[in-house]
């Protein structure tokens, strides 16, 4: 059974500011990990309704031994992970988004939905889906796993995109 996940993240910043960074090649590009071989592509184009969309697809080589070990003992081969990051535009005042990762090696998927929105004078990022990992027995501990991994992105892009707010884009 797929497990829910809904996270948040506060800005000082407007949403027009998060969220031009959101969609920044750069910023993305910076997200890198040296040596992971990871690749990035912003793609602008019209979603199923015609509106205007920016895709960004980001994907890394993983070192499977920097995972516990119940995740180490059903990786089947290489463990490339994606996400694929979906922006609409700013309208009145608020941008949504969706989420979807994958990898290979371990059949688990992610699905969600963002939400960046008017705090204050700030911008709160909320990103709510659901994690599915089809590995008869242990999916649960595997999803449960890829929950918390989900929290820890959540975090590192707040991390990185106030610093990169802070420091002027």
């Known amino acids: 059974m797929p497990k829910r996940f809904e996270f948040s993240a506060e800005f000082e910043y407007p949403v027009e500011s998060v969220h031009a960074l959101l969609t920044?090649?750069?910023?993305?590009?910076?997200?890198?990990a040296p040596g992971s071989g990871g690749t990035v592509e912003v793609l602008e184009s019209a979603d199923h309704d015609g509106s205007p969309l920016v895709t960004?697809?980001?994907?890394?080589?993983?070192?499977?031994?920097?995972?516990?070990?119940l995740v180490r003992k059903v990786v089947r081969g290489e463990m490339r992970m994606q996400r694929i990051d979906m922006w609409r535009p700013v309208d009145d005042g608020r941008a949504s988004g969706r989420v979807e990762g994958a990898s290979t090696g371990i059949p688990v998927a992610i699905a969600g939905?963002?939400?960046?929105?008017?705090?204050?004078?700030g911008a709160l990022l909320a990103v709510s889906g659901t994690i599915t990992a089809k590995i008869p027995v242990i999916g649960g501990s595997i999803e449960a796993?890829?929950?918390?991994?989900?929290?820890?992105?959540?975090?590192?892009?707040?991390e990185e995109l106030l610093r990169r707010?802070?420091?002027?884009g």
């Open 56 to 69: 960004v697809t980001m994907t890394e080589t993983v070192d499977p031994g920097n995972f516990p070990s």
């Open 145 to 158: 796993l890829a929950r918390q991994m989900v929290g820890q992105m959540v975090a590192r892009d707040r």
């Open 113 to 121: 939905d963002y939400d960046l929105s008017p705090l204050g004078s």
């Open 165 to 168: 707010l802070t420091d002027g």
């Open 24 to 32: 920044d090649e750069g910023y993305w590009r910076s997200r890198l």
